[in-house]
Protein backbone atom coordinates (compact mmCIF):
# COMPACT_ATOMS: atom_id res chain seq x y z
CA UNK A 1 0.00 0.00 0.00
CA UNK A 2 0.86 3.45 -0.52
CA UNK A 3 -0.21 6.84 0.52
CA UNK A 4 1.62 10.22 -0.43
CA UNK A 5 0.90 13.80 0.87
CA UNK A 6 1.00 16.47 -2.19
CA UNK A 7 2.07 19.86 -1.34
CA UNK A 8 -1.74 20.79 -2.00
CA UNK A 9 -5.11 18.00 -1.81
CA UNK A 10 -8.46 19.62 -1.42
CA UNK A 11 -11.82 18.36 -2.57
CA UNK A 12 -11.02 20.85 -5.68
CA UNK A 13 -7.39 19.28 -6.60
CA UNK A 14 -7.71 15.87 -5.08
CA UNK A 15 -6.47 14.11 -8.25
CA UNK A 16 -2.82 14.64 -7.64
CA UNK A 17 -3.54 12.81 -4.21
CA UNK A 18 -5.67 10.04 -5.59
CA UNK A 19 -3.12 9.08 -8.31
CA UNK A 20 -0.79 7.88 -6.25
CA UNK A 21 -2.92 5.84 -4.00
CA UNK A 22 -2.12 2.44 -3.72
CA UNK A 23 -4.11 0.12 -1.18
CA UNK A 24 -3.47 -3.02 -2.94
CA UNK A 25 -0.89 -4.80 -0.35
CA UNK A 26 -2.40 -4.78 3.46
CA UNK A 27 1.10 -5.96 4.74
CA UNK A 28 3.49 -3.22 3.58
CA UNK A 29 2.57 1.09 3.82
CA UNK A 30 4.79 3.16 2.33
CA UNK A 31 3.74 7.20 3.69
CA UNK A 32 5.43 9.81 2.37
CA UNK A 33 4.62 13.92 1.89
CA UNK A 34 5.71 16.73 -0.38
CA UNK A 35 8.93 17.91 1.43
CA UNK A 36 8.48 21.39 1.72
CA UNK A 37 4.61 21.90 2.61
CA UNK A 38 1.40 20.07 2.71
CA UNK A 39 -2.18 21.56 2.83
CA UNK A 40 -4.57 19.01 2.86
CA UNK A 41 -8.07 17.95 3.36
CA UNK A 42 -9.37 15.92 5.84
CA UNK A 43 -10.96 13.60 3.30
CA UNK A 44 -6.95 12.69 2.64
CA UNK A 45 -5.65 12.21 6.20
CA UNK A 46 -8.65 9.63 7.17
CA UNK A 47 -7.87 7.72 3.98
CA UNK A 48 -4.27 7.31 5.77
CA UNK A 49 -5.45 6.66 8.89
CA UNK A 50 -7.58 3.62 7.32
CA UNK A 51 -3.99 2.42 5.60
CA UNK A 52 -2.31 2.49 8.67
CA UNK A 53 -5.18 0.60 10.76
CA UNK A 54 -5.61 -2.00 8.36
CA UNK A 55 -1.82 -2.47 7.90
CA UNK A 56 -1.19 -2.75 11.23
CA UNK A 57 -4.06 -5.21 11.91
CA UNK A 58 -2.45 -7.74 8.81
CA UNK A 59 1.10 -7.70 10.92
CA UNK A 60 2.62 -5.66 8.47
CA UNK A 61 5.29 -2.96 8.62
CA UNK A 62 4.50 1.12 7.77
CA UNK A 63 7.72 3.16 6.92
CA UNK A 64 7.31 6.26 6.44
CA UNK A 65 9.19 9.35 4.79
CA UNK A 66 9.05 12.44 6.49
CA UNK A 67 10.13 16.14 6.69
CA UNK A 68 10.79 18.99 9.27
CA UNK A 69 8.75 21.41 8.07
CA UNK A 70 5.74 23.83 9.41
CA UNK A 71 3.18 21.63 7.92
CA UNK A 72 4.17 18.49 9.91
CA UNK A 73 3.42 19.88 13.02
CA UNK A 74 0.18 19.97 12.01
CA UNK A 75 -0.45 16.91 10.77
CA UNK A 76 1.37 15.83 13.92
CA UNK A 77 -1.46 17.58 16.19
CA UNK A 78 -4.30 15.66 14.04
CA UNK A 79 -2.79 12.49 14.91
CA UNK A 80 -2.01 11.41 11.97
CA UNK A 81 1.43 9.39 13.05
CA UNK A 82 -0.43 7.62 16.04
CA UNK A 83 -2.85 6.33 13.23
CA UNK A 84 -0.20 5.32 11.21
CA UNK A 85 1.69 3.53 14.18
CA UNK A 86 5.26 5.20 13.73
CA UNK A 87 6.74 7.82 15.36
CA UNK A 88 5.98 11.54 15.02
CA UNK A 89 9.15 13.00 13.21
CA UNK A 90 8.59 16.31 15.81
CA UNK A 91 7.50 17.12 19.21
CA UNK A 92 4.71 19.49 19.12
CA UNK A 93 2.42 21.31 22.21
CA UNK A 94 -1.06 20.47 21.89
CA UNK A 95 -2.99 23.21 21.55
CA UNK A 96 -6.77 22.82 22.97
CA UNK A 97 -9.01 21.45 19.77
CA UNK A 98 -12.63 22.30 20.78
CA UNK A 99 -14.02 24.87 18.14
CA UNK A 100 -11.04 24.55 15.67
CA UNK A 101 -11.00 20.82 14.49
CA UNK A 102 -11.40 17.55 15.40
CA UNK A 103 -8.34 15.23 15.29
CA UNK A 104 -8.45 11.65 13.55
CA UNK A 105 -10.71 9.63 15.41
CA UNK A 106 -11.39 5.66 15.66
CA UNK A 107 -15.16 5.32 15.71
CA UNK A 108 -16.65 1.71 16.15
CA UNK A 109 -19.23 1.85 18.20
CA UNK A 110 -22.24 4.06 18.92
CA UNK A 111 -20.49 5.35 21.76
CA UNK A 112 -17.74 6.70 19.45
CA UNK A 113 -19.64 8.16 17.74
CA UNK A 114 -21.65 9.81 19.84
CA UNK A 115 -18.40 11.53 21.97
CA UNK A 116 -17.20 12.77 18.29
CA UNK A 117 -20.80 14.68 17.76
CA UNK A 118 -19.89 15.98 20.93
CA UNK A 119 -16.85 16.88 19.84
CA UNK A 120 -18.22 18.13 16.50
CA UNK A 121 -20.92 21.22 18.49
CA UNK A 122 -18.35 23.24 19.16
CA UNK A 123 -16.56 23.38 15.95
CA UNK A 124 -19.34 24.95 13.99
CA UNK A 125 -19.39 28.06 15.64
CA UNK A 126 -23.15 28.30 14.70
CA UNK A 127 -26.62 28.32 16.43
CA UNK A 128 -29.13 25.30 17.05
CA UNK A 129 -30.84 26.48 13.49
CA UNK A 130 -27.13 25.86 11.85
CA UNK A 131 -25.52 22.77 13.67
CA UNK A 132 -28.19 20.30 13.92
CA UNK A 133 -28.54 19.71 10.08
CA UNK A 134 -24.70 19.55 9.99
CA UNK A 135 -24.72 17.24 13.02
CA UNK A 136 -27.25 15.03 11.52
CA UNK A 137 -25.51 14.78 8.46
CA UNK A 138 -21.91 13.91 10.28
CA UNK A 139 -24.29 11.38 12.18
CA UNK A 140 -25.62 9.58 9.02
CA UNK A 141 -22.45 9.53 6.98
CA UNK A 142 -20.34 7.60 10.18
CA UNK A 143 -23.72 5.49 11.00
CA UNK A 144 -23.51 4.28 7.53
CA UNK A 145 -20.13 3.04 8.43
CA UNK A 146 -21.22 0.98 11.54
CA UNK A 147 -24.23 -0.26 9.93
CA UNK A 148 -23.06 -1.15 6.69
CA UNK A 149 -19.86 -1.43 5.64
CA UNK A 150 -18.50 -4.39 7.84
CA UNK A 151 -15.06 -2.51 8.33
CA UNK A 152 -12.31 -4.51 10.07
CA UNK A 153 -10.89 -1.46 11.74
CA UNK A 154 -14.27 0.82 12.05
CA UNK A 155 -14.28 4.28 10.74
CA UNK A 156 -11.56 7.51 10.92
CA UNK A 157 -13.04 10.68 11.10
CA UNK A 158 -11.46 13.87 11.55
CA UNK A 159 -12.58 17.70 10.59
CA UNK A 160 -11.26 21.03 10.30
CA UNK A 161 -13.04 24.54 10.56
CA UNK A 162 -11.24 27.22 8.62
CA UNK A 163 -12.60 30.98 10.28
CA UNK A 164 -11.79 33.22 7.42
CA UNK A 165 -14.44 31.47 4.93
CA UNK A 166 -16.41 29.90 7.87
CA UNK A 167 -16.58 26.62 6.48
CA UNK A 168 -16.35 23.23 7.98
CA UNK A 169 -14.76 20.54 6.38
CA UNK A 170 -14.88 16.91 7.21
CA UNK A 171 -13.34 13.78 6.02
CA UNK A 172 -14.95 9.99 6.91
CA UNK A 173 -13.06 6.38 5.86
CA UNK A 174 -13.65 3.33 6.62
CA UNK A 175 -11.87 -0.03 4.78
CA UNK A 176 -15.47 -2.27 4.76
CA UNK A 177 -16.73 -4.08 1.82
CA UNK A 178 -17.82 -1.18 -0.58
CA UNK A 179 -20.64 0.59 -1.81
CA UNK A 180 -21.04 -2.08 -4.66
CA UNK A 181 -20.97 -4.91 -2.53
CA UNK A 182 -23.55 -2.96 -0.19
CA UNK A 183 -25.76 -2.44 -2.70
CA UNK A 184 -26.05 -5.70 -4.98
CA UNK A 185 -27.61 -7.74 -2.52
CA UNK A 186 -30.99 -6.10 -3.16
CA UNK A 187 -30.49 -3.76 -6.40
CA UNK A 188 -29.18 -4.48 -10.16
CA UNK A 189 -25.75 -2.59 -10.46
CA UNK A 190 -23.43 -3.47 -12.85
CA UNK A 191 -19.79 -1.06 -11.79
CA UNK A 192 -18.87 0.94 -9.00
CA UNK A 193 -20.46 3.52 -10.86
CA UNK A 194 -23.48 2.47 -11.25
CA UNK A 195 -23.67 1.61 -7.15
CA UNK A 196 -22.70 5.23 -6.19
CA UNK A 197 -24.98 6.74 -8.41
CA UNK A 198 -28.17 4.32 -7.01
CA UNK A 199 -26.63 4.81 -3.16
CA UNK A 200 -27.35 8.38 -3.84
CA UNK A 201 -30.31 8.25 -4.68
CA UNK A 202 -33.23 8.55 -2.36
CA UNK A 203 -35.03 5.11 -0.96
CA UNK A 204 -32.22 3.04 -2.14
CA UNK A 205 -30.43 1.03 0.94
CA UNK A 206 -28.54 -1.95 1.16
CA UNK A 207 -30.77 -3.50 3.21
CA UNK A 208 -33.76 -4.11 0.94
CA UNK A 209 -34.76 -4.21 -2.22
CA UNK A 210 -38.16 -1.96 -1.14
CA UNK A 211 -38.52 1.32 -2.60
CA UNK A 212 -38.33 4.01 -0.12
CA UNK A 213 -36.08 1.86 2.30
CA UNK A 214 -37.31 0.59 5.48
CA UNK A 215 -38.36 1.95 9.24
CA UNK A 216 -34.91 1.87 10.47
CA UNK A 217 -33.10 2.58 7.01
CA UNK A 218 -34.79 4.96 4.53
CA UNK A 219 -32.11 5.18 2.44
CA UNK A 220 -31.75 8.75 2.96
CA UNK A 221 -28.10 9.66 4.38
CA UNK A 222 -26.19 9.83 1.66
CA UNK A 223 -29.11 11.48 -0.24
CA UNK A 224 -29.13 14.08 2.53
CA UNK A 225 -25.38 14.57 2.78
CA UNK A 226 -25.00 15.77 -1.23
CA UNK A 227 -27.87 17.72 -1.12
CA UNK A 228 -26.68 19.70 1.89
CA UNK A 229 -23.23 20.13 0.12
CA UNK A 230 -25.21 20.76 -3.36
CA UNK A 231 -27.29 23.77 -1.45
CA UNK A 232 -24.67 25.31 0.70
CA UNK A 233 -22.87 25.23 -2.95
CA UNK A 234 -20.15 23.15 -1.80
CA UNK A 235 -18.08 20.36 -3.24
CA UNK A 236 -18.91 16.31 -1.92
CA UNK A 237 -16.95 13.33 -2.81
CA UNK A 238 -17.97 9.60 -2.73
CA UNK A 239 -15.36 7.06 -3.30
CA UNK A 240 -15.73 3.61 -3.47
CA UNK A 241 -13.90 0.50 -5.33
CA UNK A 242 -12.87 2.64 -8.92
CA UNK A 243 -15.15 5.18 -8.71
CA UNK A 244 -15.36 8.36 -7.42
CA UNK A 245 -18.34 10.84 -7.95
CA UNK A 246 -17.71 14.40 -7.37
CA UNK A 247 -20.46 17.56 -7.05
CA UNK A 248 -19.36 20.36 -8.38
CA UNK A 249 -20.21 23.63 -6.87
CA UNK A 250 -23.85 24.47 -8.19
CA UNK A 251 -24.29 27.85 -10.09
CA UNK A 252 -25.95 30.68 -7.77
CA UNK A 253 -28.78 30.38 -10.12
CA UNK A 254 -29.24 26.90 -10.38
CA UNK A 255 -29.83 25.68 -6.60
CA UNK A 256 -32.22 22.66 -7.18
CA UNK A 257 -32.61 19.31 -5.83
CA UNK A 258 -32.21 16.29 -7.83
CA UNK A 259 -32.16 13.04 -7.38
CA UNK A 260 -30.70 11.78 -9.71
CA UNK A 261 -27.31 12.70 -8.78
CA UNK A 262 -26.38 12.11 -12.46
CA UNK A 263 -28.52 15.79 -13.21
CA UNK A 264 -26.01 17.52 -10.66
CA UNK A 265 -23.28 19.47 -11.87
CA UNK A 266 -20.58 16.34 -11.63
CA UNK A 267 -17.96 14.06 -12.36
CA UNK A 268 -17.23 10.38 -12.29
CA UNK A 269 -13.48 9.86 -12.13
CA UNK A 270 -12.08 6.47 -12.59
CA UNK A 271 -9.63 5.90 -9.66
CA UNK A 272 -7.37 3.67 -7.64
CA UNK A 273 -9.12 0.55 -6.44
CA UNK A 274 -10.27 1.71 -2.95
CA UNK A 275 -12.05 -1.51 -0.80
CA UNK A 276 -14.48 0.73 1.47
CA UNK A 277 -15.99 4.02 1.36
CA UNK A 278 -14.70 6.95 1.82
CA UNK A 279 -16.70 10.33 2.12
CA UNK A 280 -14.92 14.22 1.96
CA UNK A 281 -16.90 17.18 2.36
CA UNK A 282 -17.22 21.01 2.55
CA UNK A 283 -20.28 23.12 4.39
CA UNK A 284 -20.14 26.49 4.85
CA UNK A 285 -21.25 27.08 8.23
CA UNK A 286 -23.31 30.45 7.88
CA UNK A 287 -26.65 31.54 9.67
CA UNK A 288 -27.96 33.04 6.57
CA UNK A 289 -27.98 30.01 5.11
CA UNK A 290 -31.39 28.31 6.61
CA UNK A 291 -30.48 25.14 7.17
CA UNK A 292 -33.85 24.13 8.60
CA UNK A 293 -35.67 25.34 4.93
CA UNK A 294 -33.02 23.55 3.17
CA UNK A 295 -33.99 20.10 5.17
CA UNK A 296 -37.32 20.48 4.68
CA UNK A 297 -36.92 20.63 1.11
CA UNK A 298 -34.84 17.80 0.62
CA UNK A 299 -37.23 15.86 2.95
CA UNK A 300 -39.89 16.99 0.02
CA UNK A 301 -37.69 16.15 -2.79
CA UNK A 302 -37.06 12.70 -1.03
CA UNK A 303 -40.99 12.13 -0.58
CA UNK A 304 -41.84 13.34 -4.00
CA UNK A 305 -39.56 11.08 -5.73
CA UNK A 306 -39.68 7.96 -3.80
CA UNK A 307 -43.78 8.24 -4.27
CA UNK A 308 -42.67 9.00 -8.34
CA UNK A 309 -40.95 5.59 -8.11
CA UNK A 310 -43.58 3.62 -6.26
CA UNK A 311 -46.15 4.52 -8.75
CA UNK A 312 -43.97 3.90 -11.61
CA UNK A 313 -43.08 0.34 -10.31
CA UNK A 314 -46.47 -0.66 -9.39
CA UNK A 315 -47.73 0.39 -12.96
CA UNK A 316 -45.74 -1.66 -14.11
CA UNK A 317 -47.11 -4.74 -12.77
CA UNK A 318 -50.15 -6.06 -14.40
CA UNK A 319 -52.61 -8.62 -12.51
CA UNK A 320 -54.25 -11.02 -14.28
Not at 21 to 33: E, H, I, K, N, V
Amino acid sequence: MRVHLPNSAHLSNIGGFLAQLDASDPTDLRFSMHDRWVSVHPFTLAIAACLGAQCRRAGGSVTAETYDHASVRYLVRMGLFNALGVEAPVEITEHEASGRFIPLTNIRSAEDLKAAITDLVPLLHAPPAVADPIRYVFSEMVRNVLEHAGSPVGAYVCAQYYKKSNRIAIGIADFGVGIQDTMKRFHRVTDDASAIRLALQPGFTGTTSRIGGTEFNAGAGLFFTKSIASLSRNIFLLYSGEALFKLLRQPQDQLTLNADPAMDRHRFLKVPDWPGTAIGIDIAVREDVEFSALLNEIRKAYSIDVKKRKKAYYKKIQFR
